[in-house]
């Protein structure tokens, strides 16, 4: 078996203490008999308080294979929740030595730094890569559906499905991208048209005609001067016509600077056709001519195939080239063509663009095979007829459509066996960090450093961290991170109701979340310390927020960082209205709500699900002229739910003085508002100011550093994760809680740096 005598003591209530390494398993009996003693009247086949059932899990010992249930009854011993507090309790040494050994048994079948399930970008994700390959913005918010989330985000893996409709999004975005990438950019090299009477006649039989053409009637030159922009290849595009007679077309030399360059003949009758001449040349100003070169007349041949006057017209010649990039061509287009091909070069250039591109876009550098791939599209598109700049387009269309773009692939070598451990390579450890950090592909500095294999050397993470903490893109991590943290993002769900409290707009909604944004930001980069998300001296409003907040002396809609008077309830998260809205119900606050907020998101000690038979406050026959506080005894007489209330309720209500938008009051109505109340462990609290007491210490401390990792990972934590997170938690001390880190800590911990096969894996 694999529960071992220590355990089988400590459930008999023996207080003798084994080491575990000399542990063995009691018997099924043994378990059977402590189950009825002490878990199975709330906890077995008669009833299921909370959703657990004892007795099941007894059918089931191995801790690796029924982890989750072992897990929760570690969690629930070490919260002190069971057994309850009316109930004979084991002694503390003995609760502290069974939790340390279901700690050993879970750490041993979770050994290893956990496995990540191939993780979809989400679309935040997706926005922030798209813009820093293309410089292009997608509006992912309202193109695509919301991402899944789990453990409180939207990072995790096994959230992160790929539904048809999805994937048709990705495809109709690609498109999109595309259109805009290319909007307005040179679809080939430069040109200049030069009319045919631009030209000066040499010759009385040379001459500009009214349409616009040069009329060649013998044989003469026709010349101008051009200026070229740059060395280059050129091609000179001839618009021209012929009258034709005798035994061939009309023909016509090209020279620059006197030099013959080409010479062309003109097939064309009736409708003028289009004659190139390709050439080479240097930059600057030159001398183009034209020069008809075989006049023929003969009205009286016998063969009237023969007779005629043979005469040559020229509506205009184009110069184009030579192939270079303009200064002001768009940024979304310079992101991709970094150069353009000369004649004969388009496919290898392709090649060349479509497979810098496509290693920027699979965050890792790609195979000759996948780089043809993706060219056999341009090159299908140019024989279709396609510019150049179309044609490549196509393929990084088709590039950021593939799963190789759209998942974040960390792929194992095929002799890994399952359940090993392997360290990531410099470009998973790079895009690990830039999904973390910026929510967003990695930049030329961590690419250059995982191209050198120097990234997981000379503490080279710790310190890109720090660098990629200082950058604008960092701004996606204090968003993504803070409003998943602290659940702001509900905000936008709660629908206030506007007659009761007029002034919430939308404009109000806004400045509440932006204050919570410059508020963690302003911590992540003045380094400060993580308690100061409870008790800062400051915070940020612009006048609506000001005012709704008591704060004078703030004027306009720009946002301004105030500090805020001694005794103040706004330092902090728990003084922030985004907050306040987010654990509010329509019409009236919700004690209830509040209390569950602090304890899952602030401390990690979320209470269990309420029974599914309980209804809500307002379907129950309560006294709805009586205090919150009163109704709310009313509506807990059922005595499944008293335990769990015990411990959220004295939260909820040391946070009543704010109303359902985040305005300080003393009373409801006409009853004053009672914020005092009485902690499972005995301990009273007033207030604000209590609570704030309450929640600063380890256990916030450490729920933050698994909420980060968390976040960080895309999985959940398990008991597995404990040795790094301790790790984490003693740096964090030793660095006085300062929030940088907590962060470095997270990206050089053995789960952020390494991977595990999953057992299941072939």
């Known amino acids: 078996m694999i529960l071992s005598r220590l355990a089988t003591l400590l459930l008999l209530g023996s207080a003798l203490v084994l080491p575990p390494a000399q542990a063995e398993g009691p018997t099924p009996e043994q378990l059977h008999k402590f189950g009825q003693e002490f878990c199975f009247k709330c906890h077995g086949a008669q009833k299921q308080k909370g959703d657990f059932n004892f007795e099941t899990t007894l059918e089931h010992i191995d801790v690796a294979k029924n982890r989750k249930d072992w897990e929760k009854i570690a969690e629930l011993l070490e919260s002190g929740e069971m057994p309850p507090d009316d109930k004979p309790q084991p002694p503390d040494k003995d609760r502290q030595a069974l939790i340390q050994w279901i700690d050993a048994q879970l750490s041993g079948a979770e050994a290893g730094p956990g496995r990540v399930t191939l993780r979809r970008l989400n679309r935040e994700e997706y926005h922030n890569t798209i813009r820093d390959l293309l410089a292009v913005d997608v509006n992912t918010s309202e193109d695509f559906p919301a991402d899944e989330t789990a453990y409180g985000f939207d990072t ?75 060395d280059g290849d050129y091609t000179l595009r001839v618009k021209a016509v012929g009258e034709q007679a005798g035994p061939e077309p009309p023909r016509i030399a090209v020279s620059i600077d006197g030099q013959k360059v080409g010479e062309i003949a003109v097939k064309a009758s ?22 008809y070169l075989n006049n023929y007349k003969d009205e009286n041949n016998p063969d009237p195939k023969m007779r005629g006057d043979r ?62 791939r993706l060219a056999k599209l341009a ?22 459509s593939s799963p190789t773009f759209l998942f974040r692939w960390e792929m194992d070598p095929a002799a890994m066996k399952p359940g090993e451990v392997r360290n990531l390579g410099d470009y998973e450890v790079a895009s690990r960090l830039s999904f973390f950090l910026w929510s967003s592909v990695p930049d030329q500095e961590l690419t250059d450093l995982a191209a050198k294999g120097e990234l ?77 998300l409870l008790e800062a001296n400051f915070t940020f409003v612009n006048q609506r927020l000001a ?29 922030q209205a985004a907050v306040m809205v987010a654990t509010a119900m329509p019409t009236r606050t919700s004690p209830v709500i509040r209390g569950k907020w602090v304890l ?63 305005q300080w009051r003393t009373q409801e109505g006409n009853n004053p508002i009672d ?23 380890e256990k916030f401390a450490r729920n933050l550093a698994q909420k980060m990792l968390t976040y960080a990972l895309g999985r959940g934590l398990n008991r597995g994760d404990k040795a790094a997170v301790d790790t984490i938690m003693a740096q964090l001390k030793k660095d006085d809680y300062k929030i940088t880190s907590l962060i470095e800590s997270i990206v050089v911990s053995d789960p952020f740096l390494k991977r595990q096969r999953d057992v299941a894996a072939r």
Not at 270 to 291: D, F, I, M, N, R
């Open 156 to 230: 995790i893996a096994d959230a992160l499905s790929l539904p048809p409709l999805l994937m048709e999004k990705y495809l109709d975005s690609a498109d999109k991208v595309m259109t805009k990438a290319l909007a307005g950019a040179e679809q080939g090299p430069p040109s200049k048209t030069l009319r045919g009477r631009q030209f000066s006649e040499h010759g009385d039989d040379v001459r500009g005609l009214d349409d616009g053409s040069m009329g060649f009637y013998r044989e003469g030159e026709a010349v101008t001067n051009v200026g070229f922009p740059a």
């Open 456 to 532: 997981l050397k000379n503490d080279n993470v710790r310190k890109q961290a720090e660098r990629m903490l200082k950058d604008w893109r960092a701004g996606a991590f204090v968003r993504n991170f803070s409003s998943q943290w602290l659940q702001i993002r509900a905000i936008d769900e709660v629908n206030i109701d506007e007659k009761k409290f007029p002034q919430y707009t939308w404009q109000l909604r806004e400045a509440m979340k932006e204050e919570s944004r410059l508020f963690f930001d302003a911590i992540v980069h003045e380094n400060r310390s993580i308690y100061d």
């Open 600 to 662: 899952e998101q602030l401390l990690g000690t979320p209470p269990p699900p309420p029974p599914a038979n309980v209804p809500p406050l307002e379907a129950t026959k309560v006294d709805k002229d009586a205090p919150l506080r009163v109704r709310l005894e009313q509506h807990r007489q059922n005595p499944d739910c008293a335990v769990c209330h015990a411990k959220i309720d004295p939260v909820g209500f040391a946070l009543e003085n704010f109303d359902p938008i985040g």
């Open 270 to 291: 009736g409708t003028p056709a289009l004659y190139e001449v390709k050439t080479a040349a240097k930059g600057g100003s030159h001398q183009l001519a034209l020069a």
């Open 311 to 372: 005469n040559a017209f020229v509506s205009s010649v184009e110069v184009v080239g030579p192939a270079h990039l303009r200064k002001d061509m768009p940024e979304s287009f310079k992101r991709i063509f970094t150069k353009l091909p000369q004649p004969g070069e388009e496919a290898k250039v392709a090649r060349e663009l479509i497979g810098n591109f496509a290693a920027k876009a699979y965050r890792r550098p790609v195979t000759a095979d996948e780089v043809e």
């Open 675 to 697: 914020t005092s109340g009485t902690l499972p462990n005995g301990k009273k609290i007033a207030g604000l100011a209590d609570l704030k007491q309450y929640v600063k210490g």
């Open 547 to 575: 005012e709704l907040y008591g704060l004078p002396d703030v004027k306009g809609d720009k946002f301004q960082r105030v500090t805020l008077p001694a005794g103040s309830p706004r330092g902090g998260v728990l003084g």
């Open 379 to 400: 090159d299908a598109a140019m024989a279709d007829k396609a510019p150049f700049t179309e044609a490549v387009g196509v393929a990084i269309q088709a590039a950021i």
